[in-house]
């Protein structure tokens, strides 16, 4: 449940205009957003769309040539300072010390954020139990799996505390277990009330997980805003999803003839007892429902089909690799 | 096997020919020739012998280039590929030891001896300036030849034995130190009063270091003190040992080509058996202690070398001097006192080439970046840590100093050697750390070459400044005049040489933690 928002909340991250170029490639045009607090919020787009460009001129690595981004309020071009010490931003590819244990690599980080030393022993205990990695703070990096890293890296970005997780691709490389296991600990950030922006290109992964999302193309944001409004976008003939028990051989013919169906077909690889209805604009679905009763065929389960992000995404970016 | 170490050998040869940056850096090089010609034409209106001495100062800067570059850049051939976990790579596409060899070092040895012959033609010009004769020239650039071969397959050797660039580099700086400190320390045991048989075999390993050494041969080959011949006992022992170090870096390269962290599912935790103890408040200087010149271990190990170099001196004097109550003669404190800033020197300039180079490696630099400090106080930091890392050097000069201060202070030219020095390290330094975030290998050579080249223009006007502040000031009963003059110095080459190389370092490294 994402929490609601008056018009005087400080966006997390307001980014308006934010214009670039790498030796006259345009590697964003116009980009504006914004990214309201405590939600989770998903950046997505095609390799070469301008995300990490984007990433690193909200975490004052990059100064870009046109446009303002600030957190929190406090612009990144005029209070870099302020902006570091309220975000944790994690790269897409490890930058640890090998040669460091796990303990050593989070004090030295705790101890660069100005912690005392009993601040760091607090801080260090919470975020090793938060990444589950409390019973390897004594081994060495280099020992480490990806996974077991990538956990250490999002230890790393918490030692001080910040509002807002900027993660680049936090789960690429990391196997089906490790990636369930980072998104869990990614909702319990979120219910610990931190802002996170995580750009990634695993879509169904971010579809359960936020709570707004923004689609950039081409260096130009294509969508911004709420992943609902997204996911509904053009619904305005609602499809939905029919398994029947004990379907007759003339069902496709027999759903058709039900009043406010205007097709009624199998999916390509579906089972025996599927199919795939598109009902009338605004047509109530509970009518359509009490109809497909009375055809007196078992019917074990009726839902709406909501558009995938990965079909959302494939609506707005463009095919091809940008030149 | 044969076609595909010859395919890996061929390619390494052809990037290297159609790279843009070698060849920028041979223009350069005949860029730099030019001058020095122009510089040893102007000499030639007022000296003798002009051609001979601009040919000995491009030698001499030859044999510095080579013998850095075995610790920069032919060094790290194999290791480069180690720190990037790469090797196991190579091994397990099939390409055998001999191919890696010959495409990572051998490749760099020729593109290096190319450096070499593209100075022949402009060296020539030397005959015309007049006192060297062509036989002298190909003589001196055939040794130089060979001595780049017999340190080009050191570093090799170093570089196929050690785990890392760094520990590589600093085992081939300890061999070039032992070759270039052995014989004088020879010469010095052979004239004191030891069995006859020790001084028997001094002599003979002395004659065999002598042989082999391209400093001797080319003073042979310049002061005529030999018949010139183009192949030399020192030619035949360069090559000879520089092949032979190739064959055992080729035997071994297996025993030693296991990559250091194999660990791709963390089966095998590695857990410390020592702790190093929580972060100080200046973190960056705790980490780069600890983690990069290697804490109080290493700092015990150097002060050991330290002290031992100093007793070694001490027992030379005991030996010339047995009822002498000082531990060091006048010679032998000033000898010490110079030995141990040679290696700090040395150390200063190892320290440089990797802070910096290290980060940016292991892709750290934004990180750090993120950090809520400014780009200086992050670098200021990093220079406290090697500061610290360097105290037990400069504590030993302190002692040696301070043991006998009068050696010193009636040393005349003392002044001007101190800032020169100075001047030389802190440029070279400075040059170092801003090329390391160029350029993969070759920063300390590069460094090394522009700040010998540059100290006597830029430097011997500190010096000079210094002489004409102290003068100025003893004219004027001033007695401190001369430190004034070194402040003046110090602020005048911080200000319009040091600062701007420190304020590309500052640029340089944004730049880099925005592309990382």
Same mark, same amino acid.
């Given at each position: 449940m994402s929490p609601t928002y008056d018009s005087s909340t400080v966006p997390a991250i307001s980014v308006s205009e934010l214009t670039h170029s790498f030796k006259g490639h345009q590697? @964003?045009?116009q980009v504006s957003f914004a990214v309201m607090p405590q939600t989770l919020h998903g950046f997505v787009g095609p390799n070469g769309a301008g995300k990490t460009t984007t990433l690193k001129a909200i975490c004052t690595l990059l100064k870009p040539n046109w446009g303002e981004v600030s957190v929190f309020g406090h612009s990144v071009r005029a209070d870099p300072i302020s902006v570091r010490e309220k975000i944790g931003f994690m790269p897409d590819h490890f930058s640890m010390y090998?040669?460091?244990?796990v303990f050593e690599y989070l004090d030295f980080f705790a101890a660069a954020y100005g912690l005392n030393l009993g601040q760091r022993d607090k801080v260090i205990d919470d975020v090793l139990t938060l990444t589950d990695m409390d019973g390897r703070r004594n081994d060495l990096i280099s020992g480490l799996s990806r996974g077991m890293q990538q956990r250490v890296s999002l230890a790393r970005v918490l030692v001080h505390d910040p509002d807002l997780l900027l993660l680049d691709e936090?789960?690429?490389? @990391?196997?089906p277990r490790a990636r369930i296991e980072l998104m869990e600990i990614l909702r319990a950030l979120r219910a610990m009330g931190k802002t996170i922006f995580i750009s990634s290109h695993i879509l169904t992964e971010l579809a359960e997980l936020c709570d707004s999302v923004t689609i950039i193309d081409r260096g130009q944001i294509k969508f911004s805003g709420p992943m609902d409004a997204l996911l509904d976008a053009d619904d305005e003939t609602p499809r939905f999803s029919l398994r029947l028990g004990q379907p007759p051989e003339n069902a496709v013919e027999l759903l058709q003839s039900v009043?406010? &169906? &205007?097709t009624a077909e199998q999916p390509e690889y579906g089972s025996p007892g599927e199919f795939d209805l598109e009902l009338e604009a605004g047509r109530d679905s509970n009518l359509v429902l009490q109809s497909l009763i009375g055809l007196g065929i078992p019917i074990l389960s009726f839902s709406q089909r909501r558009k995938q992000l990965n079909q959302a995404f494939m609506d707005l970016t463009t095919r091809g690799v940008r030149t | 096997m044969i076609s595909g170490t010859r395919t890996l050998f061929n390619w390494s040869l052809k990037s290297d020919a159609q790279a843009f940056s070698p060849h920028i850096v041979r223009l350069g090089f005949s860029g730099f020739m030019l001058l020095a010609i122009l510089a040893a034409w102007a000499d030639s209106l007022g000296g003798i012998a002009p051609g001979l001495n601009f040919f000995d100062w491009i030698c001499r800067l030859n044999v510095l280039l080579i013998s850095v570059s075995g610790i920069s850049y032919f060094v790290s051939a194999v290791t480069e590929e180690k720190d990037s976990g790469s090797l196991a790579l190579l091994r397990l596409a099939g390409v055998s030891p001999l191919a890696i060899i010959l495409s990572k070092s051998t490749s760099r040895l020729i593109s290096s001896l190319m450096l070499l012959l593209i100075q022949l033609p402009f060296t020539f010009l030397a005959i015309t300036l007049g006192g060297i004769t062509w036989q002298q020239i190909i003589s001196s650039y055939l040794a130089l030849a060979a001595w780049m071969c017999l340190v080009a397959n050191v570093a090799l050797f170093c570089s196929v034995r050690c785990r890392t660039s760094g520990r590589a580099a600093t085992f081939a700086s300890a061999l070039l130190l032992a070759f270039f400190a052995a014989g004088p320390v020879l010469r010095q045991v052979a004239t004191l009063s030891l069995p006859a048989d020790v001084i028997q075999a001094c002599r003979g390993l002395y004659e065999e270091q002598q042989l082999m050494s391209v400093v001797t041969r080319l003073d042979a080959i310049l002061r005529g003190k030999?018949?010139?011949?183009?192949?030399s006992a020192q030619f035949w022992r360069n090559v000879t040992a520089g092949g032979g170090m190739f064959l055992l870096s080729l035997l071994l390269f297996n025993r030693y080509s296991d990559p250091t962290e194999m660990n791709p599912h963390g089966k095998s935790a590695k857990v410390r058996r020592f702790t190093v103890g929580r972060c100080w408040r200046l973190p960056l200087v705790w980490k780069d202690y600890l983690f990069f010149a290697g804490g109080s271990t290493i700092m015990l190990l150097k002060s050991i070398l330290y002290v031992g170099v100093v007793l070694a001196f001490a027992w030379f004097h005991n030996l010339q001097s047995?009822?002498?109550?000082?531990?060091?003669s006048s010679g032998l404190l000033q000898n010490a006192f110079f030995t141990v800033g040679g290696l700090l020197t040395v150390e200063m300039l190892l320290y440089a080439s990797n802070t910096l180079f290290m980060e940016a490696r292991q892709s750290s630099i934004a990180a750090l970046r993120m950090l809520p400090y400014q780009t200086p106080v992050v670098l200021l930091q990093k220079v406290g840590a090697c500061a610290l890392a360097l105290l037990p050097g400069v504590l030993i000069l302190f002692l040696l100093f301070m043991y006998r201060s009068d050696v010193f202070t009636a040393n005349d030219s003392l002044p001007q050697l101190a800032v020169l020095w100075l001047f030389f390290t802190l440029l070279s330094t400075h040059l170092t750390v801003l090329l390391s975030l160029y350029t993969k290998w070759a920063a300390l050579p590069i460094a090394v070459v522009v700040s010998t080249v540059s100290t006597p223009c830029i430097g011997g006007a500190a010096a000079g400044l210094a002489t004409v502040s102290a003068q100025a000031a003893a004219l004027n009963g001033i007695s401190w005049g001369m430190w004034f003059g070194v402040v003046v110095n110090l602020v005048w080459m911080w200000l319009f040489v040091l600062l701007p190389i420190e304020l590309e370092i500052v640029n340089r490294w944004n730049r880099l933690s925005r592309d990382s």
């Open positions: 590697a @964003l045009n090998r040669q460091m244990t936090p789960a690429s490389g @990391l196997d009043d406010g &169906v &205007v | 030999v018949e010139v011949t183009f192949l047995p009822g002498d109550a000082r531990w060091l």
